[in-house]
């Protein structure tokens, strides 16, 4: 199995900034992608921002200029860098990894449990 925590959630004023951190342990051969999705009250879980294995990167327009999505690959962790934050951004925010755990299986999703984010004066 591979296990992700994530952390670096919290409450932040409009217009500050948070760092969200995920972590994977576990059985891994190969990463396919890495990213960050959102789920608000109410509302379907959305693409926040991927980055893949070859360093491609794919982020909500919404997101855009705002927040930044990198790795580092010997920790196995992707953090996603939230700047300008604004009250819509309000959501927990869950780690997914695409990863190939032995190099006969086919890659598969997991992730964590998520971490609320705040954006409230």
């Known amino acids: 199995q591979v296990q992700l925590v994530e952390s670096g959630g919290g409450l932040v004023q409009p217009g500050g900034s948070l760092r969200l951190s995920c972590a994977a342990s576990?059985?891994?051969?190969?990463?396919?992608?890495m990213g960050w999705y959102r789920q608000a009250p109410g509302k379907q879980r959305e693409l926040v921002a991927t980055?893949?294995?070859?360093?491609?990167?794919n982020s909500a327009d919404s997101v855009k200029g705002r927040f930044t999505i990198s790795r580092d690959n010997a920790k196995n962790t992707v953090f996603l860098q939230m700047n300008s934050l604004k009250p819509e951004d309000t959501a927990v925010y869950y780690c997914?990894?695409?990863?190939?755990?032995?190099?006969?299986?086919?890659?598969?999703?997991?992730w964590g449990q998520g971490t609320q984010v705040t954006v409230s004066s």
């Open positions: 997914n990894i695409n990863v190939r755990q032995f190099p006969w299986e086919n890659p598969r999703d997991f």
């Open positions: 576990g059985t891994i051969f190969s990463f396919k992608s």
């Open positions: 980055l893949t294995s070859s360093s491609s990167t």
